[in-house]
């Protein structure tokens, strides 16, 4: 295999520019800090905690079921073991513990039916048939990269529990054809969408939705 | 003083505990992730071991698969990783005189370091350095190992560890009730949580963040004068 100097440039700026964010303040204020720094650096840390646990609970749906009550209830109490006991080792092991048993058993009902019903699936995209060689290279990129992928030779494919799809191209576009959960598919199907538009540099959708084709000479 | 390392390692050992389990397990979801876009051990190890910050790893791996361009990937990671700014802001005093381990508790301030290592409090003032280093550096390999775990695996482990992540939000709910419960003033603890929901409602959980921060300096500054005049006050 040949060495992928692309991803490589790819990796090396991502570690730059973050080696740069988090050396930036230290650069900038070597030689005195500021007395308005100094007053940051004393109560910034417990705001950015408070951050960081709306930051880590920004995917909870609370508006349907279970209503992020998994979530809540595990969180109520790590925060009474903590006040208990004053320990965090105890508070995060026991609090994610007994997230894990409630998402496993008490809110599990709920959300298993829904979860894992395959529903029937064909959509177009518009991308069409005579694109270049180069464009099927990024579009196969695209297609490894996402979740459930279990393509061979034989063509691209995608299976899992209750997922059984596949991939192919026809006078009509791309076709992505077979059986997902609706709740999986909302997501993985968003997610196909906006990395092929991310690969091939314009808006990938259905035609039928309005999205056009593009052509290469 | 060979007793007294061995006392600093226990201890760092001990304080990065709670991240050890999560760092595991989403460095192997990260690592398999990277196999299956075609991107094995070295790829793993390189990116877990050079960028080492979690979120940005994952979406990495959408960047480099997708063929994204070099500055798209530098904007992404502006905008994925600008609450490292922050950080770095809060711990400037804090890291001051801590000599050739400095560079290293920079690069290595992720999410989960920074909340084990922002009250402050070390064991013992003398050799803090090195037990902040060692929390740091625990830290990465947790996070390196898991990496390189999931690369070899690539595919999802034979038992399910649905649920694991909230390890991580336990982390930081366990901070910041321990900072609470530790007296001095809670308004800057209100400031933040509040103004990061406030924002969450307003922008939605992928653009929040970079509001939220300005909003939290924002109010922070406002209520300076009244923050130092209580601390005066008490001290």
């Not at chain 1, 992928?4 to 050396?23: G, I, K, Q, S, Y």
């Amino acid at each position: 295999m040949n060495f992928d100097v692309h991803a490589a440039a790819l990796v090396l700026a991502m570690a730059f520019f973050t080696w740069l964010l988090r050396f930036l303040p230290f650069l900038v204020f070597r030689k005195n800090t500021p007395g308005y720094i100094v007053y940051l650096g004393k109560v910034l840390p417990s705001a950015i905690i408070g951050m960081l646990v709306v930051y880590c609970l920004k995917d909870v749906e609370f508006s349907a079921a279970p209503f992020g009550l998994p979530e809540l209830i595990a969180a109520v109490s790590v925060v009474v073991l903590q006040r208990w006991k004053r320990n965090s080792l105890i508070s995060i092991l026991v609090g994610t513990i007994f997230y894990m048993v409630l998402i496993r058993t008490v809110f599990c009902v709920c959300s298993l039916h829904e979860r894992r019903n395959p529903v029937e699936h064909d959509v177009n995209l518009n991308v069409h048939y005579t694109a270049p060689e180069e464009i099927w290279t990024r579009i196969g990129n695209v297609y490894r990269s996402m979740p459930y992928w279990s393509g061979t030779d034989a063509g691209p494919e995608w299976t899992g529990e209750g997922i059984d799809l596949w991939a192919s191209v026809e006078p009509g576009g791309i076709q992505i054809a077979g059986t997902m959960p609706d709740d999986v598919w909302e997501i993985w199907y968003r997610e196909l969408k906006e990395r092929l538009t991310e690969a091939l540099g314009y808006e990938i959708g259905e035609p039928e939705d309005g999205y056009d084709f593009q052509y290469w000479k | 003083m060979k007793n007294q390392s061995a006392f600093v390692l226990k201890q760092a050992f001990y304080k990065s505990l709670p991240v050890l389990a999560g760092y595991i397990i989403l460095g192997i979801g990260f690592g398999i992730l990277l196999r299956n876009a075609g991107y094995g051990l070295l790829w793993a190890f390189a990116m877990s071991s050079f960028i080492y910050a979690g979120s940005m790893q994952y979406v990495g791996v959408g960047l480099i698969a997708g063929g994204a361009s070099v500055v798209t990937a530098i904007l992404t990671t502006i905008m994925v990783n600008a609450r490292h700014l922050f950080y770095s802001i809060s711990m400037i005093e804090r890291y001051k005189d801590t000599g050739k381990y400095k560079p290293y508790l920079i690069f290595s301030l992720t999410d989960e370091t920074y909340s084990l290592l922002c009250d402050g409090k070390v064991p013992d003032e003398a050799s803090g350095s090195r037990y902040r280093f060692f929390v740091s550096f625990f830290n990465q390999c947790y996070w390196v190992t898991g990496s390189v775990i999931g690369s070899f695996l690539g595919s999802v482990l034979p038992f399910s560890t649905e649920g694991i992540e909230f390890s991580m939000t336990a982390l930081f709910i366990a901070s910041f009730t321990e900072q609470w419960l530790s007296g001095g003033n809670h308004i800057p603890a209100l400031t933040g949580f509040l103004c990061s929901l406030l924002c969450l409602v307003l922008f939605g959980p992928e653009q929040f963040l970079i509001p939220a921060m300005l909003l939290i300096t924002l109010v922070l500054t406002a209520v300076q004068s009244r923050i130092r005049m209580d601390r005066e006050g008490t001290e």
